[in-house]
T-cell receptor, first 118, second 115 residues
Framework: AQKVTQAQTEISVVEKEDVTLDCVYE???????LFWYKQPPSGELVFLIR??????QNEISGRYSWNFQKSTSSFNFTITASQVVDSAVYFC???????????????FGKGTKLTVNP | EAQVTQNPRYLITVTGKKLTVTCSQN?????MSWYRQDPGLGLRQIYY???????DKGDVPEGYKVSRKEKRNFPLILESPSPNQTSLYFC??????????????FGPGTRLTVL
C-alpha cells in the first residue's frame, strides 16, 4: 500500500528563518513520482515540484529546495529565508505507477501548515 | 491561459437535493479527477477519468457519480447529498503525469455544505 506521512502538523517560524518540511513515503514500487503542492489561505492548490524515483538529485528553485533520499524514503522540502507569503499548507504526494486500469491517483499526506510571522 | 474552472465555488444545500459541480479544462488534457479535502484527512480521490467515456472509482466514490462525455468537462454529481459530503472539492487535470513533464492542474475548489 502507498502512504505519505507528514509528521509535522503545524510549524511556526519567524521571517527569514529557514524551515524544513518533512515527507516520508511508503511504497513497494520501484517506479513512482513525488510531488509537493502549496495551498495558500486562499485555498487553491499550487504545484511546486515533481520528482521521479530514478532521479535523486536535489533540486533548488530560488528559496526552495528539495532533498530526495530513497534510502530513507524521504522527500523533504526546505524554504530558505522564509517570508510571510510562504504561509500556507504544504502537501507532499506520491504517484504510484500506472495500474492496469491506468489510474493516476495521487496519494497525499495530510499536510503541514506553515505560519511565517513577521 | 491554462486553467481548470469549477462551478459553483460555494454551495449550501439540503440533504437529498441532487446537485452537480461542473469542472472544465482548456488544455485538452486526457486525465481528469475529483478530490475532496477534509480537515485531518487531507485530499482523497473520488473518481478519475483517463479519457472520454473512461471513468473509474478512486478511494472514496460512495455517494458520487461522474461522467466524461467531452474531453474538457468532468462533472461531479451528488444524486442524494448527505451531511457527510460537506467538504472542499477539487477538480484536477493533467496530460498524463507519468508520460509527460506536465503538471497536475487543480481548479479553485468548491466548498459544499449539506445541511
Amino acid at each position: 500500500a502507498q502512504k505519505v506521512t507528514q509528521a509535522q502538523t503545524e510549524i511556526s517560524v519567524v521571517e527569514k528563518e529557514d524551515v524544513t518540511l518533512d515527507c516520508v513515503y511508503e511504497t513497494r514500487d520501484t517506479t513512482y513520482y513525488l510531488f509537493w503542492y502549496k495551498q495558500p489561505p486562499s485555498g487553491e492548490l499550487v504545484f511546486l515540484i515533481r520528482r521521479n524515483s530514478f532521479d535523486e538529485q536535489n533540486e533548488i528553485s530560488g528559496r526552495y529546495s528539495w532533498n530526495f533520499q530513497k534510502s530513507t524514503s524521504s522527500f523533504n522540502f526546505t524554504i530558505t529565508a522564509s517570508q510571510v507569503v510562504d504561509s500556507a499548507v504544504y502537501f507532499c504526494a506520491l504517484l504510484p505507477p500506472l495500474t492496469q486500469g491506468g489510474s493516476e491517483k495521487l496519494v497525499f499526506g495530510k499536510g503541514t501548515k506553515l505560519t511565517v510571522n513577521p | 491561459e491554462a486553467q481548470v474552472t469549477q462551478n459553483p465555488r460555494y454551495l449550501i444545500t439540503v440533504t437529498g437535493k441532487k446537485l452537480t459541480v461542473t469542472c472544465s479544462q482548456n488544455m485538452n488534457h486526457e486525465y481528469m479527477s475529483w478530490y475532496r479535502q477534509d480537515p485531518g484527512l487531507g485530499l482523497r480521490q473520488i473518481y478519475y477519468s483517463m479519457n472520454v467515456e473512461v471513468t473509474d472509482k478512486g478511494d472514496v466514490p460512495e455517494g458520487y457519480k461522474v461522467s466524461r462525455k467531452e474531453k474538457r468537462n468532468f462533472p461531479l454529481i451528488l444524486e442524494s447529498p448527505s451531511p457527510n459530503q460537506t467538504s472542499l472539492y477539487f477538480c484536477a487535470s493533467s496530460a498524463q503525469l507519468v508520460t509527460s513533464t506536465d503538471t497536475q492542474y487543480f481548479g479553485p475548489g468548491t466548498r459544499l455544505t449539506v445541511l
